[in-house]
């Protein structure tokens, strides 16, 4: 593949692009924001410098000089860091300028110390949350007039920093209840749940507010989904015995018409995603299918929108001000913020958001967005949560693995993790395990059983041949998805064949890259042989 900075001129215009956008083009700089840069420098013009003066830069201007620190100077360069309107924390201090950083505790007692001699309240530019006595009560009475638990489970799964705020400054949970007017022996109260208390707590919630649908109540209130489900042996039935049209409190989605489809082009086109037919289908199912049944061609419907089709069909061109609207309406549709979530959605993203704000997380900061806050995990998988989640899927008191793929994100995984396999879990929670109707197809067409599958992985095993999942799924359709509808993951397969996945993988991995280092040099002799004699 084509290098980046494959010519002279290509490099000369991000030099300069960077020179006049107010960025960094000293060495550390532009090693840190653009890979790969700093060595096609150094190949097309010979040193780092000289690639300088072609852009018309003088190298001596843009070289870090390292002053000697002292207070004044430590002053002086917080102060400059907060007229260009950066952030003053320790974090993004040390980080971006870690000199100063470490002058900030040579010549101060602290680093707060440090910001307020420079005139900057500590407080207004700590990005990390300062636990307190009162910040505590104020969480837990929140949550508790929010419906969610403040029991010590709860807490675990959903906020495990308030809950360790809460031993730390009150000496022990109870204590930390009691100051926000809980009282313990509430929280840990064990309902004997019948009919009458499900209806009762079902009405509760609809009195309050609060979501009646199956993700809600499970969310906030798992007692109260196994209760349902042994009560009354569904959902729908309990709401139904409640008084409660299941279909009144399921969350659809809107039909589409004319106007929305116009409506979601043109919202494309405002967050910089890519219009063309193919690229719609694959991101929008319920999108293209709808163009197609309200318009006579996709391009007639980007016409209806206002929409150049030509113009529409090109790749975007991510811009700072884009790439901003892009997070911030992932962000208020609720859509993860990740790294890997948005490259997913957006493929050409993360290179214009490296050549605009030099890494992803200055650009989180440039929409306002904490870039903490992406990377945060959700509630850890316990065995209860499993058996849970488990029977919240099952139909009829079945679970196959078609309806744990096709619910909770997660829960095949982590069943298989918890347990051994799917089946394993299923019989845990009391559920019949019945495997999908298109697994019982493919094994009675190839005939695959759990021994056969278990002695093809040994015997490729030992053949050396690479069983790695992608490669598999790519090379080996039939094997691999028989290895999934058995033991309810490939991988899981591999472990009950008795070979280690991380082992096989990390030799097929040094296999790799033996066989290109054997190319690279094949390649680098030829010139000299041709040349021999």
């Not at 050409?348 to 967005?369: P, W």
């Not at 697994?439 to 005939?447: D, E, I, K, M």
Request: include cysteine; proline fraction near 4%.
């Amino acid at each position: 593949m084509q290098s980046r900075w494959s010519n002279k001129d290509t490099i000369i215009r991000e030099l300069r692009r960077r020179s006049d956008a107010g960025l960094g083009i000293h060495t550390t700089a532009i090693k840190r924001s653009v890979p790969g840069l700093v060595n096609a420098m150094c190949a097309h013009f010979g040193s780092f410098a000289d690639a300088l003066r072609a852009a018309g830069i003088d190298p001596a201007s843009v070289r870090l000089v390292h002053k000697p620190w002292d207070k004044a100077a430590v002053i002086a360069a917080l102060n400059d860091r907060r007229a260009k309107g950066m952030d003053l924390n320790a974090g993004a201090v040390s980080k971006s300028h870690a000199g100063l950083y470490q002058a900030s505790l040579k010549w101060f007692t602290s680093y707060d110390e440090a910001l307020r001699a420079a005139g900057v309240d500590p407080a207004t530019v700590r990005q990390v949350i300062v636990w307190g006595q009162d910040l505590v009560i104020a969480k837990l009475r929140e949550r508790r007039a929010g419906g969610l638990g403040v029991n010590m489970q709860a807490l675990s799964n959903s906020d495990l920093r308030l809950r360790d705020a809460m031993t730390r400054h009150f000496g022990s949970f109870d204590a930390a209840l009691r100051a926000a007017g809980i009282d313990p022996a509430d929280v840990r109260k064990r309902i004997s749940w019948d009919k009458d208390k499900v209806i009762r707590a079902l009405h509760d919630r609809r009195d309050r507010g609060l979501g009646l649908n199956q993700k809600a109540i499970g969310g906030s209130d798992s007692p109260l989904v196994n209760a349902m489900w042994a009560q009354f042996g569904s959902h729908d039935a309990a709401l139904r015995a409640a008084g409660i049209d299941p279909n009144s409190v399921k969350k659809r989605g809107y039909p589409w018409d004319r106007a929305r489809v116009l409506r979601a082009l043109q919202d494309r086109q405002a967050r910089g995603l890519r219009l063309d037919e193919r690229s719609v289908k694959r991101s929008c199912v319920g999108l293209g299918d709808a163009i197609a049944l309200h318009f006579p061609s996709h391009d007639a419907a980007l016409r209806d929108a206002g929409l150049d089709p030509d113009v529409a069909r090109r790749t975007p061109a991510w811009s700072p001000a884009t790439i901003i609207t892009a997070l911030l309406a992932r962000r208020d549709r609720g859509l993860r913020l990740h790294r890997r979530a948005v490259a997913q959605s957006y493929p050409e993203i993360m290179r214009a958001i490296r050549t605009s704000f030099g890494s992803y997380d200055a650009a989180l900061r440039a929409a306002g967005i904490e870039p903490e806050l992406p990377r945060t995990r959700g509630p850890l998988w316990d065995q209860d949560r499993v058996l849970a989640a488990l029977r919240s899927v099952a139909k009829d008191g079945e679970i196959s693995p078609k309806l744990v793929l096709g619910g909770v994100r997660g829960l095949g995984r982590a069943a298989v993790k918890g347990f051994g396999s799917l089946e394993a879990a299923a019989r845990a929670a009391g559920l019949k395990f019945a495997r999908s109707q298109s697994s019982r197809g493919h094994r009675a067409a190839g005939h695959w059983t759990d021994e056969l599958v278990l002695r093809t992985l040994q015997q490729l095993h030992r053949d050396g041949h690479d069983l790695r999942y992608r490669h598999m799924k790519e090379h080996n359709h039939p094997l691999f998805f028989a290895a999934k509808d058995s033991f309810g993951s490939y991988v899981n397969a591999v472990k009950q064949a008795g070979i280690s996945y991380w082992e096989m993988s990390q030799a097929q991995l040094a296999k790799d890259r033996a066989a290109a280092r054997n190319a690279t040099e094949t390649s680098s002799r030829r010139p000299c042989d041709a040349h021999g004699p």
